[in-house]
């Protein structure tokens, strides 16, 4: 005979009160009071013991080779467990209640399946002249005339062996619905035949139906297949969408790790898509051989999505790793990770109309880059862009580069190591590190305040960088370009600060119209020239390296230029404070300043080709320095040319000039004489170890002193001490002479 087996039910299912739960199958119901038929080869069948817990799959076995009228099938019931104290009987012969089919009698023979599974097959007769009753049990069982339905969803079924034994799996006919889970687990099925009257492929329908390799649909009338319906089905090799259904929920696909194809049913590529505009999330997620197309008119081998589906969910197409063209056609909403890890992901064909490109969109796990080409087209119309979107990302669009329109905003990270072929234009928002770490051949033009955290971090950029407006100007925000190497100039409209361009390396100029402070530029390095508008101050370009001119139209602060190597002349328009230039270098030219003050240790440890030079390179013009003095420690062990001379004050000026201690101390020690040329009436007020610490001798000459004039009121005015109880501090100078303007030696000084 031919055998084959109908699925009419599975699952462990019990009500609260031990009674199996069928779930919604219909049948016609046992007539009350038929009593069962008993033989010495079957034993009864109990249906209704509360001890019977874990009844597995209802089958029928038919033998489509009997034609005869009288012909009845054997309903199979598959169980993983059986009480040994159980006994087997008709379940309804005491309460009259209804079972299976009318005038129908039950026998039931167990048989030893596998190790741990016991088969109680069961033999049924009856006239059923109604083919659409044939494979079904009833929708409800009765205890006590009360209906008794609807419980959890079947989970499994075994599907089956024929007449001697052996396992042969089947092709599954269903009714005209199923229900959440009706057939989850079945590992046996490997086809299906869905019913022209199906309107609705339930959520987890076919959920782990390992097995399943195919299943045919009728286009014209599936309505909707919902959530998880066809997951894990990992032996399906297409997966077939209907002409007018419409995919509800999650992960109705996913895991369909061979299946090679979507069929769209019925359509032409270029129809569009009735009653569906969303591909759901996770729908694709996991299969991993999906790489073509199929329609009416012909395959193609890419994803082609087709119109009237305009968005895309997350995740849908998750680790689809033999994806390697995509044309996303209308499609303008693309959720986070829809394309995440899709690794032989190469071309993009109409992105254009993409709104919205969530976060890790195209990306891949790990650090693997990889191309993909989009076409000529470089974003511009693009609204958001999430985190992460085109990491390590070689985007090949002909070098349009990349356009951030105004109203759009960029995620944290979105570019991160990727690669842009073109210049990359910012006038909307971008954020945390959003081109950290790419290559960009092209020039950067940001039109706004760029006060974000690294959002060029360690990237290559192979042309100019311009910002209208500041750059890390808020204690908030730092690093923007920090590590980037620039082969251009660098042009900042706006201020510069928290560490926005350290470490960098810039083959041009760098120009700032306002201040550079906070670690602005604190280790880099340029081939070229720096000018700032304003101020250099907060360790600005400590431990820079510059090897063209540096001009500064302001002040320079606290350890501005603090261990910088500089080539070039240095200007500075303005004051030159603490540690503004300690430990610099300068090596062919020399430093310029108009301000009147110098800070404590200002240029201390310094090593610089000359400050301040007159015609004469050995002479260092201080006149400008107001009663705001020198700071202490200011040339300590600074060694600044050749300078031998210092020129104090104007001719007109009376200041007294405060200079605090240690300021020359040591200054210039490979010279043997020092002269201070003090011009009007200026008088210097000194400290402790001002011009002390090497054996030089320390000239003092007075331009306006007239010979006669009492030397003790002369030097009491033009060369006031701390302590105006002496006329000299007895520590300022190791050795000193004091001359008139034509360099006689003033006589009769009291001692000190």
Known sequence: ????????????????????????????????GDSATTTTEWDDFNLYGKNETDADAFVFEIDDSDTSANYRPKLHVFKSKCS????????YQNNGGRLISDKTHVWAKKVQYGNDKEIFVMTQYDDWNDPNNKYRLADNYYSNDSPYSGFASPVSIEYLFTNNGTTEPQSLDIPDSTNVGMFSGCTG????????????????????????MSYSETPDFVDTINASAFTNCSSMTNIVIGKYASLSGMSIFTNCSNATSIEWSGLNSGDTKERMT?????????????????????????????????TIGGSAFTDCTEIKDLDLNGVTTIGANAFLNCTKLSGITNLSNAVTIGGYAFTDYGWNPKSINIGSYNLVDVQNIGEYAFKLINIINGSQGVFINATCEVGNYAFLGSNINGDVDVKGIINEGTFSQSNINGDVNVHHNLNVNSAFYSSTIDGNVSVSGDVNNNSNYDYAFNRASISGNVTISGNVGYHAFEDAKIGGNINVYSRASSSAFTSASTSGSVTIGDDVADSAFESSRISGDVIVNGSVGSYGFTLAQISGSVTINGDVSNYAFSSANTTTGSVVFSGNTIGWGAFTYCDINGLNNTSDSTTMDLSNISNYGIGQDAFHTANIGQIDKIIFGKDNSELTIPIGSRAFYNFNRNITSLTLEINGKTKLQVEDDTFSGTSKTITVKFNQYTDGQPIEDWMRYYFGVGDNSKWCNVRAFNVVTFVDKNGTQIQNVPSC
Do not use: H, W
């Open 278 to 310: 969303e591909i759901p999330a996770n729908c694709f997620n996991g299969c991993s051989n999906l790489s073509t197309t199929k329609f009416k008119n012909g395959d193609v081998n890419e994803i082609f999505i087709p119109n009237g589906i305009t």
């Open 84 to 91: 040994p104290t159980m006994k087997c009987y008709y379940s």
């Open 189 to 212: 099925i490997t086809k299906c035949e869905l019913p022209c009257q199906m309107r609705n492929i339930s959520t987890a329908t076919f959920s782990g139906c390992t097995s399943l």
């Open 1 to 32: 005979m031919a055998y084959k087996y109908k699925v009419a039910y599975c699952g462990g299912l019990m009500g609260s009160n031990g009674y199996i739960q069928p779930n919604k199958m219909n049948i016609p119901n046992i007539t009350s």
